[in-house]
């Protein structure tokens, strides 16, 4: 077994055999690791799941290794006294030895390329977000506020444009030069908003996600460009904890104690869940809730998680979003089970057949719940 500790231009080795005994340690440049490793014989190659990670175990793969990628966080606790590259190496080998570890699927070339659109989109808006906190700073220097948003924007032109503003004219020129500035951002946001959308249209899989309250297209474009294989959970609740759903534990001696949520995995994907779920509760908010739906049930055993009241139903405060988040998440992960498995979509469909005399459709039973 060969760990290797990656970087830009050093690569360390620490090769051991399988009951643990160092056969041999290396530092070598980029050129020469990849010709001291096709004149290897097939070995176990283990890495941490770092930038390039997913383009080097696609380089060894070819070459007739085995390739297992670990997270560095189960990496850090193997990591003796002073950290440096030889003792990471050593502690990838120590960890990937472990029969409880869990390894990290490498990306395709078309998974790592799918993102690629997205992650361009949320640069822009982070960008004109930056653009926008500049001209309303500089802006409040002078006395005039400007609420947030992108739509109160508009409310500047005026101000430049009228004549008897006390702006100085050097000021007047940089918040023109800001504008100019965010209308280009804004026209590149729109370009990709539209490429992406039509992107979804043309997946089977974004289609279908949409189907689903609460998913639009650029989250089932996220979800399918940034989520795993769902053959990789076992069920909808590890897909929920995978995303960071679940609250954090500190239990210690017989005493459960639970935090918030873990905030762990996908942050792009949990965002949009989130956000795209808390619009589907406020929704039911402002209108009546379906009796005996899911929701109806969870408020009649938890009536103290609809905080803020408004109307006859409430809204749900942030110790109630909680379970309907999850609770949609594992809906959409048996979709997406669904989708990659055809032979996981004959059983459902006769498990359904077996147990609706009628021929209902149960996930359509469970959207209804959410609607």
Known sequence: MIGVDLSKNVFQLHCAMMSGHLKFRKKLTRPQFRQFMSNQPPAVVVM????????????LNKLGHEVKLIAPQYVRPFVKRQKNDAADAEAIVIAAQRPEMRFVEPKTEDQQARPALFRARERLLHQRTELVNALRGLLYEFGYTIPQ??????RIEPIL?????DLPEIVRDECRDLMEQIAKKTARIDA???IAKSSAEKSDTARRLQTMPGVGPLTALAIEAFAPDMM?????????AWLGLVPRQHSSGGKERLGRVSKAGQADIRRLLIVGGDSRLNWLGRWSIPEGSWLARMLERKPGCWSRSRGPTGWPGRSGRCPPRRRIIRIRHELLHELNSESSLASAKEVREGDNPNGRNDRTDLDRENQ
């Open 149 to 154: 948003g992108i739509g109160h924007l508009k």
């Open 161 to 165: 444009d009228d004549p008897g503003c």
């Open 232 to 240: 990789n959970f076992r069920r909808g609740r590890d897909f929920a």
């Open 192 to 194: 990709r908003t539209k």
């Open 48 to 59: 941490e799941a770092c930038g390039s990670a997913s383009y080097w175990a696609r380089e």
